[in-house]
């Protein structure tokens, strides 16, 4: 964790003013994640998690929906689908259109215990079905994701990579630092700092912090708000964030059908 931190503040020193596209990309599936950082924990067996998200970004101005489902395998090992759709770029709905559709699996090879994190990878593809001003005509690329619980905070570190089929576009990758902090039973605080490489250049082009709050809403549904800066006035320099997210079944459901079983 300490060299995965040290590697992100050399990205931070780096200044140089690079633009491209905001790709939302491979991402992870509410509420086993913060924003756009994946946490090593997944649902569980024949469970399903459904995630739609909305968020807003100015300079450039984006409106962008994202439908994230995963699915447990097992307790250690789920299928993650998910597609971003803009609605809006640049304030005119005509450039509205798909990105990239992703699908992509998780592995939990280590489990935590109390002084070792958590440690999974996650391997996927990308499909070219979008406009394209926003594709990368496919892809593929995997990721390293490390948890750690410390009292009543979890912290998360990714390393991701993609490589695009696109000629024009470079390979690219993020490292993202997340954290949980739970204040009551059923709500946390979620903080977040994530760079990116650009995939047109060999640049950062996004350097952003996140703050927001997630809310167990009930037994098997949350909702999560959120907002992201940006450092050293890099693009976006403001973004909005909100989803909903459905684990099913729930855990009461599961408790009842284990009664009703046993009657």
């Known amino acids: 964790m300490k060299r995965l931190l040290a590697v992100f503040i050399f990205i931070v020193f780096l200044t140089s003013n690079a633009y491209s596209f905001d790709r939302k990309g491979f991402s992870p599936t509410a509420p086993f994640s913060v924003f756009s950082t994946f946490s090593a924990e997944s649902p569980k067996k024949k469970q399903v998690a459904i995630d739609l998200g909305f968020e807003v970004a100015n300079n450039p101005d984006i409106e962008r929906t994202n439908l994230n489902i995963s699915y447990g395998l ?114 946390s605080i979620l903080f977040e700092i994530i760079g990116r490489k650009a995939i047109d250049k060999d640049k950062i082009d996004l350097l952003e912090w996140r703050l927001g709050y997630r809310v167990k809403i009930t037994d098997c549904s949350y909702t999560t708000v959120g907002a992201g800066f940006d450092i050293k006035d890099r693009s976006p320099d403001l973004r909005l964030m909100f989803s909903i997210s459905v684990v099913l079944p729930g855990e009461k459901q599961k408790l009842k059908r284990i009664v009703e079983d046993s009657d």
């Not at 948890?147 to 695009?164: A, E, R």
């Not at 089929?165 to 954290?179: A, C, P, Q």
């Open 74 to 187: 097992t307790n250690n090992l789920e299928v993650i689908t998910n597609l971003p759709y803009n609605l809006s770029y640049k304030n005119s709905g005509d450039d509205a259109g798909a990105e990239d559709i992703n699908l992509g699996f998780k592995h939990r090879i280590i489990d935590e215990t109390t002084y070792i994190p958590a440690f999974a990878y996650m391997l996927y593809i990308a499909g070219d079905i979008g406009k394209e001003e926003f594709s990368t005509e496919g892809g593929a690329g995997g990721g390293l994701i490390l948890t750690k619980k410390i009292g009543p905070v979890k912290v998360h570190g990714n390393v991701m990579y993609f490589h695009p089929n696109r000629e024009d576009l470079k390979e690219t990758w993020n490292i993202n630092l997340g954290s949980e902090l739970s204040v009551s039973y059923n709500s």
